[in-house]
């Protein structure tokens, strides 16, 4: 037998978990009642159990699962680590060793009972002994009080989930001892089966509340459940009174999360419902920076986006990892793939490296939503959908990947795919803001705005930070051209959402199409401040310097949104319309030669379009190429024949056209004297020679270079 | 016929074998058509062997050669053939199998699947012709289903006058501007996995991009379909350099030749490419004896350049006596001979030389629409008649056939009739410019200037280098006063045939309604010059005479008119209006310089032309006399 290798094993605190039954053998009858099931079907489990050397550790559970493990590959956990490891970390053990033995701890800690000490809190000092060793390391459950047998089996049915008998044993165990402890442990029995009030009414029954902060904790938990925000924010004050002036923090010693960043992680929960997003934010840095180990307080920080993305990366740094032992690279890595992909790339890509091949997380959830984000950050939509498609293979409905997932199937039109998995969620989460968010993006791609709207505000309601959803509300409004409304929505998404600048970013573009250029400027620089990487706002702020008429920093800026954009695809939209903008820039700016690259650029990449035909030839017009010109406007009409300005600009190229003298230089005369001196091919005086100049080049590299043209547009800066 | 030639049968012979083989493979079907036709076509080799029996034993080695690369294929079986020639694994093989039964069996989507994430250039190049053919399949129906259902809306109507017809046809402008939208268009199965142009064309090239060694079939037709694509987006430069870069890998890709030449406008471009083209394949054979196969190709390619742009025609006579020697029974080759006669106006030459196709290879339609619109040009209806049978009996739905029988109902004068066919030709081959033009010649003749106008546009859209599409934009442009417009599209066809006097003369007579005589007198001098026999030309001299008195050079003008009339006399009494003008003027001039003597003697030769003109000359023949008197 190798128990000694199992995982549960490994951790002293399993040692002593509180809801062991006992060797003794009227406790194994009277366990035996209880958890029939259990000892019934393993009967090998039970022999173990007789065994005379056991220590409390022996759960049942435990040792089925060991005994498995161990029957099936006599070989130590390390090689089936997986199966054993698993099934471990879903015994009981395994949830009690990540949460309660802390919390306990944590009661006595701050309590000091002194030697009124009993119970479970005894068991879990026992493990710290180092400096609390007031019970032996190992003990026999029968020869424990009476009472202490009570708390074991109230231990073990709210472990189990029995929560009816948890409370009925606890309620005896309370009304026997009166302990605040066993208080305590009633109030989680009752937070446990949902009845918030009833926990708040016993924890501030005997000032338990104020004479524990763990009991503190709890009540201002259930507080928050019940909404009493307010209430809550009283109980957990309004800041920690814990903070050390100092800044640094006591080492945490059981490996738990710390009770004063629960506190502040509460708090900041607080706030957050209070819609004081400011407070929110320290206290959930405050929560992070007292214990790294609260990753909760860390994801709302990012998934909320209260930080930008530069304080995002200027906060991690500040964090200290030292205190996770031989798991900070870990811990720091997988909190580093969770920053903002808009900064740093190489930096996430290195983490993303580490976790592979240091850990082999290539395949974790986290790690692929990671990449899932980046790409979308790079507008890569289809590489992305492959890769949320593949994450969603595992897990179907994951929470963490679906929002991008749904994002990207929107950018792409997936209407049937979004239809199919919006079902799905209504069917298994109807109570989910994603669920909802789905549903609403999947009425945006069929164009049914109304029903949109809808469920949109369904599911900003069930999670107002959901920021997505708030986002894709106010779209619905900017695409029915209802600007007032859009900015109102904007505005509040922009108040709840700090850390990014997407609703700064809509706020502009609605005031830029209202022409209220001075307001429209005013948000971009809000939202430059925040994040100042992202092409769509620079294109966004290029438009606008473009219609005050200041070409120049119109041209500053959408070269900054060029360089931004130029290492995604290039079929995306927002290629094309910086494209497209930075060419009419180069016109009105008089660079023709290059507003013409750039014009031709965007028609070959992006197909051909009226509006663009019609500007190119107003370039070729103005430069005196007059059949280019006349060409250009004509493809421009053919595509929409009604296009004013392609009628007026072609009418004036033709009346130029009239006038232009037939001689040498004229290109009618030029192509007759080729062909009439055959393929001789003496008089080469056009651009054809050009043309076909490049191709021979081309071919003697024997290859393309389609991006050529980019690689010229980058030469002339 | 010597020892190089016999080798060069020889090598033609296991080239366009394994090119047919090959392109058959790889689903390029009409190519491999042409190939393999080009093989039966080509001169028997036995006959060549007993007429020169000597030599037989210099052939040895070459057909050795060939029997070298035979052997395997043949024992083995195709499987080895396959394996060794395009490098598959077994296990691409297998794949390979199964796409290309899918292929066969139009399930492109299908087959698309099945080859995702294939790393063989043959495979990869199977797979994204696959999804450029669903995508093309998907964007045609969507397309129709708009078209069928503005169709439906005015059904009722439809035949009821030729205003409807109009309207109709407008829609069909409106689409124009669909369809150079369709190459923008996202086929989308609602899963998120769009497939248009610009996607294929994005992995096609990072997957060239990504130096992988450029040799072999495979990527020969990666570069081919890359070369499909770009022409789709409208980037005839990139088009170019892709199918150039084909060819050089794989120069027996025929449809790839053709497309190659679809993507040229201009004569010029022609004219550049060819030089290089020769400078690419000369230098290459240089250190070969013989001429050796892929050089025959690009001889075919200077065939077909020279239909469209014309050239030095004793050059081209020479190339297709050269390659009608080496296929003598190609009946493609006999329809580019016939089609240079076609091109040079010379009907019954070219009518005869159709029989012969005919009697060659009589089921093979295509080009025939050519042979019809010469009999209806020298006017045969029974044989028009008996084409349009024969064709329709072979396959109604062909676009040839169409076309035949639209020829031969406008023959009939019913050009309701001929215009349905010639849409029916259309929508069976959208890239068919020959019937839009057509199409757009029978509106005129209904006097439909709008509906003639944009089936002329659509055939410039279609193909830049249909002159005589721009033509018929320019005169249907002159009918409705728009001479603007006229003008630019005259000056397109006349850049287009810079050696055709009928393009200058339109351009002139253009130019001259707009109020720009001096480029009017240009153009007519030019006409002149290309004119067959510049003297006899009155139109011409008339209008230059009367286009310099307007510029009050009344000396060059006196000249030219003297020209005109002296043509009368020259060619024995040939009298036509303009020479009845240029008299009638010379008399008037001669009378206002009081010359009464001459000026009578032109006033009485007056007798041809408008009773005033004639009543004009008598008063001043009259006046003469009595100012002689």
Same mark, same amino acid.
């Given at each position: 037998m190798s128990h000694g290798n199992t995982p549960a094993q490994q951790n002293p605190i399993l040692n002593f978990s509180p809801h062991v039954p006992g060797q003794s053998h009227e406790n194994l009858q009277h366990h035996g009642q209880q958890l029939g099931i259990r000892q019934a079907s393993g009967a090998s489990a039970q022999s173990t159990a007789q065994t005379p050397h056991h220590t409390a550790a022996y759960s049942p559970l435990v040792q089925k699962v060991q005994n498995s493990a161990t029957l099936a590959?006599?070989?130590?956990?390390? /090689?089936n680590g997986s199966a054993a490891g698993l099934l471990a970390s879903m015994t009981k053990n395994g949830l009690l060793g990540a949460g309660a033995p802390s919390t306990l701890r944590k009661v006595s800690g701050f309590r000091d009972f002194g030697s009124s000490r009993v119970g479970s809190t005894a068991f879990e000092d026992a493990k710290n002994d180092a400096y609390q060793a007031s019970v032996p390391a190992v003990l026999s459950i029968a020869e424990l009080p009476a009472a202490e047998k009570l708390r074991l089996w109230r231990h073990d049915a709210l472990m189990q989930h029995h929560y009816r008998t948890a409370e009925y044993i606890g309620d005896k165990v309370y009304s026997m001892t009166h302990d605040p402890n066993d208080a305590f442990w009633l109030a989680q029995v009752y937070y446990n089966t949902g009845a918030y009030i009833r926990a708040v009414e016993l924890l501030s029954h005997d000032n338990l509340d104020a004479s524990s902060v763990m009991c503190r904790y709890l009540t201002a938990l259930c507080q928050v459940k019940l909404k009493k925000y307010e209430e809550a924010l009283d109980t957990v004050g309004?800041?920690?009174?814990? $903070?050390d002036a100092n800044g640094d923090h006591p080492k945490n010693v059981d490996g738990g999360i710390k009770l004063v960043s629960s506190m502040c992680f509460l708090r900041g929960k607080i706030y957050c419902a209070l819609n004081s997003f400011e407070k929110a934010k320290e206290a959930f840095k405050e929560a992070v920076q007292v214990d790294i180990k609260n990753f909760e307080a860390f994801d709302e920080l990012i998934s909320k986006s209260l930080l930008t993305p530069a304080d995002e990366w200027q906060f991690l740094a500040s964090l200290d990892f030292t205190e996770l032992d031989d798991n900070e690279d870990l811990i720091k890595n997988l909190y580093i793939s969770r920053l903002s992909k808009f900064l740093n790339l190489e930096e996430v890509e290195k983490a993303h490296a580490f976790l592979i091949d240091?850990? $082999?997380?290539?395949?974790?959830i986290d790690v692929i939503r990671s990449k899932c984000d980046m790409l979308f950050t790079q507008c890569k939509f289809s590489a992305c959908m492959k890769l949320c498609e593949y994450a969603l293979?595992?897990?179907?409905?994951s929470l963490a990947i679906l929002p991008t997932y749904i994002s990207c199937l929107y950018e792409q039109g997936g209407k049937n795919k979004l239809f199919l998995i919006s079902h799905k969620l209504a069917e298994h989460f109807p109570k989910s803001a994603v669920t909802w968010f789905s549903v609403g993006t999947y009425y945006m791609t069929i164009n049914k705005v109304a029903e949109a709207r809808k469920y949109f505000s369904k599911a900003s309601i069930i999670d107002p930070s959901f920021g997505q959803a708030w986002i894709g509300f106010a779209h619905t409004y900017a695409v029915e051209g209802e600007h007032e409304q859009a900015v109102s929505a904007y505005a509040t998404a922009s108040r709840f959402f700090p850390g990014t600048h997407l609703p700064n970013l809509f706020l502009g573009m609605q005031y830029l199409l209202m022409d209220s250029l001075p307001l429209a400027e005013e948000y971009f620089i809000l939202a430059y401040e925040v994040c100042p990487y992202d092409p769509l706002l620079l294109n966004e702020m290029g438009v606008m310097y473009f219609k005050k008429g200041d070409y120049l920093k119109a041209k500053k800026y959408l070269k900054k949104a060029w360089e931004a954009i130029k290492t995604l695809c290039s079929e995306s939209k927002s290629w094309v319309s910086i494209h497209t903008n930075l060419a009419h820039t180069y016109r009105k700016l008089g660079h023709n030669e290059r507003a013409v690259k750039c014009f031709k650029l965007v028609l070959e990449t992006a197909g051909r379009d009226t509006d663009t035909l019609c500007a190119l030839g107003f370039v070729y017009l103005r430069m005196n190429k007059i059949e280019k010109a006349i060409d250009a406007l004509h493809c421009s009409l053919a595509i929409n024949p009604s296009n004013q300005a392609s009628q007026d600009l072609l009418k004036q190229a033709l009346e130029i056209n009239v006038t232009?003298?037939? /001689? /040498? /230089?004229h290109p009618l005369l030029v192509s007759s004297n080729i062909q009439e001196k055959g393929a001789r091919l003496l008089n080469r005086k056009r651009e054809g020679e050009f043309r076909a100049s490049q191709i021979a080049k081309k071919l003697k590299q024997g290859q393309e270079s389609s991006d050529e043209e980019v690689a010229d547009l980058m030469d002339v800066e | 016929m010597d020892a190089s030639f016999l080798r060069l049968i020889g090598d033609l012979k296991l080239k366009l074998r394994r090119s047919a083989n090959d392109l058959l493979r790889w689903k390029l079907y009409n190519s491999s058509k042409w190939s393999a036709e080009a093989l039966c076509g080509l001169c028997d080799e036995q006959e060549i062997n007993n007429n020169h029996s000597k030599q037989e034993h210099v052939d040895e080695s070459p057909l050795k050669n060939r029997h070298s690369f035979q052997k395997p294929n043949t024992e083995n079986g195709t499987r080895e053939q396959i394996s060794a020639n395009d490098g598959m694994s077994n296990a691409e093989y297998d794949l390979y199998l199964l796409a290309s039964a899918l292929f066969d069996c139009k399930e492109f989507d299908r087959c698309a699947y099945y080859l995702a994430n294939c790393a063989h250039p043959g495979l990869l190049f199977l797979r994204l012709y696959s999804k450029l053919l669903s995508w093309d399949k998907k964007t045609q129906e969507s397309v129709e289903n708009i078209m069928t259902l503005e169709s439906g809306l005015d059904e009722a109507g439809r035949y009821s006058n030729d205003n409807k017809t109009l309207q109709k046809l407008k829609k069909y402008g409106h689409h124009k501007g669909d369809e150079t939208k369709k190459a923008q268009k996202c086929v989308d199965l609602g899963d998120g996995d769009p497939t248009s142009i610009s996607i294929l064309l994005k992995e096609l090239n990072d997957f060239l991009g990504s130096g992988i060694q450029k040799t072999g079939l495979g990527m020969a037709l990666l570069y081919y379909l890359r070369g499909v694509l770009y022409k789709h987006q409208g980037i005839p430069s990139s088009a170019i350099t892709s199918f150039l870069t084909s060819i050089t890998l794989y120069p027996f890709n025929w449809t790839c030749w053709t497309e190659l030449l679809n993507c040229l406008t201009r004569p010029d471009e022609s004219f550049l490419l060819l030089k290089l083209l020769n400078e690419k394949f000369v230098k290459e054979n240089t250190d070969e004896l013989f001429f050796d196969g892929d050089q025959v190709m690009l001889r075919f390619f200077k065939l077909a350049i020279f239909q469209e742009f014309s050239g030095n025609i004793d050059e081209f006579l020479e190339e297709l006596d050269y390659l009608l020697m080496v296929f003598p029974n190609f009946a493609f080759l006999k329809t580019q001979h016939a089609l240079i006669n076609y091109h040079y106006m010379d009907y019954p030459n070219a009518e005869f030389i159709f029989d012969q196709v005919i009697k060659l290879d009589p089921y093979r339609l295509d080009d025939l629409d050519i042979y019809s619109n010469i009999l209806y040009v020298t006017q045969k209806p029974s044989k028009l008649a008996y084409l349009a049978q024969f064709a329709s009996g072979v396959d109604k739905f062909r676009a040839e056939t169409c076309c035949i029988i639209a020829n031969y109902y406008s023959a009939k004068q019913e050009h309701e009739k001929s215009i349905m066919y010639f849409r029916r030709a259309l929508s069976l081959n959208k890239s068919c410019t020959s019937a839009w033009t057509l199409m757009g010649h029978e509106f005129v003749e209904l006097k439909n200037s709008h509906a003639a106008i944009e089936c002329y546009r659509r055939a410039v859209d279609i193909n830049a280098r249909d002159f005589k599409a721009w033509y018929g934009l320019g005169q249907a442009y002159e009918v409705l006063d728009m001479h603007l417009y006229s003008l630019y599209y005259f000056q397109k066809s006349c850049a287009l045939k810079p050696l055709d006097k009928r393009m200058w003369q339109a351009l002139a007579s253009c130019y001259d309604k707009v109020g720009n005589s001096r480029e009017a007198i240009k153009c007519f001098k030019r006409a002149l010059q290309l004119s067959v026999n510049p003297e006899q030309d009155t139109a011409l001299l008339y209008c230059l005479a009367v286009l310099h008195e307007r510029l009050d050079d009344l000396k060059t003008c006196k000249g030219y008119m003297e020209k005109c009339v002296a043509v009368e006399t020259n060619f024995d009494g040939m009298v036509n209006d303009e020479t009845a003008k240029a008299r009638l003027w010379l008399a008037r001039y001669e009378f206002k310089v009081k010359n009464f003597a001459t000026s009578y003697n032109l006033a009485l030769g007056?007798?041809?032309?408008t009773s005033q003109e004639i009543e004009e000359a008598r008063t001043i023949a009259r006046e003469c006399r009595r100012r002689m008197d």
């Open positions: 590959t006599p070989a130590p956990h390390v /090689d309004e800041t920690n009174p814990f $903070k240091e850990y $082999k997380l290539g395949d974790n293979e595992r897990d179907e409905l232009m003298l037939l /001689d /040498d /230089d | 007056v007798t041809h032309g």
